[in-house]
């Protein structure tokens, strides 16, 4: 049996990742901002969330299927969108892609992709949706807009919460951004823990290194370099006004991810979205936000069915999703589970991060005494007292 195999959670993935890839790279995947609280409270919440089972009732086959904007999908969790995934491992966005089509869910696919959204579109056998930041402005994000329409991605989802990128100090610590941005001369200190891991090293330079940003195409015609990225991100995020030339440009339906109250929630309906992701970016933005699933009956609530509500941040267990639908989620999105699967084994990480999430929630489901996905209610848990 291989490692991969023997790997029955998503903490096994990630000590499968930690020891395949350089500590850098582990800890661009693994770290959140500041002194990581709100990563760690991510988790907390879940914790502190206790189920409410029905006994002694006989589920032979628990329905994990869901509809999402349109979408059947096999279960009710789609692949976050994960930035620089190609420097994970060369399979990158396309790998993750054909994994979650082979497994009957969604993609969502980064702007800060390393592979050109044509390919990782056509990779997919399942829908795709497409993350836009306005990285460098709104001509670069104009043309990303038309090239993902012409591709036939489904969705479109707009992140509001990166005006400015969060101190992620592991990350800074560890220098990921001199490895992605520095002179060839400040690499040096990083050979050492790259010659460590062979195997990642090798197939990193027989795919070119440093890849580009290739749907960030910038005003004179040249893809973004990753060197160029954080000037870029600065020129340019989005404001609420955007939406009046990004919807001349999408006719589609809108995600607007990073909502965490329930003026944002309002506000986004008022704007048209045809779904809300509740998230704090996995608490690699804003250190000492709220939990995303603290928040979560605030912004149903506040969204009073006018649009899908959608969660992610700190999904790890098949049981964090039940707990998510019961209250109120439609479905839940996951990054790092899946990226450590990807850094560990590329393609067929992926494939297992999300049989270990499927089989996590069969289990929790029957256990529960729940038929399917959409009868979870909060009668079936218990929330911490206050």
Known sequence: MTKLARAINIEDLRALARRRLPQVVFDYIDGGAEAEVTMRENRRAFEAVTFRPRQAVSNPACDLRTRVLGHDLSMPVLLAPVGYCRV?????????????????????????????????????TGPMWYQLYLTGGREPGENALRRARAAGYSALVISIDTNVLG?????????????????????????????????????????????????????????????????????????????????????????????????DARRSVAEGAAAIVVSNHGGRQLDGAPASLRVLPEIVAAVNGQAEVLMDSGIRRGADVVKALSLGARAVLCGRA?????????????????????????????????????????????????
């Open 167 to 263: 101190l992620r100090e592991r990350e800074a610590r560890g220098g990921m951004e001199v490895l992605l941005r520095g002179s060839p001369w400040s690499k040096i200190p990083f050979l050492p823990q790259l010659f460590a891991h062979p195997r990642w090293l090798t197939r990193f330079l027989l795919d070119g290194g440093l890849p580009t940003m290739p749907n960030i195409v910038m005003p004179d015609g040249r893809e973004l370099r990753v060197s160029h990225a954080h000037t870029a991100l600065r020129r340019g995020h989005f404001v609420w006004n955007d939406l009046r030339w990004i919807r001349e440009l999408w006719p589609g339906p809108i995600v607007i991810k990073g909502v965490l109250t329930a003026e």
């Open 88 to 124: 994970m491992h060369p399979d990158g966005e396309i790998g993750a892609a054909r994994a979650a089509g082979a497994a009957g869910t969604a993609c969502i696919l980064s702007t800060v992709s390393g592979h050109r959204l044509e390919a990782v579109k056509a990779a997919s």
């Open 338 to 386: 899946y990226a450590y699967g990807l850094g560990a084994a590329g393609e067929r990480g992926v494939a297992r991060a999300l049989e270990i999430l499927r089989d996590d929630l069969t289990r929790t489901l029957t256990l529960l005494g729940c038929p399917s996905v959409n009868a979870l209610d909060p009668s079936y848990i218990e929330l911490p007292k206050t």
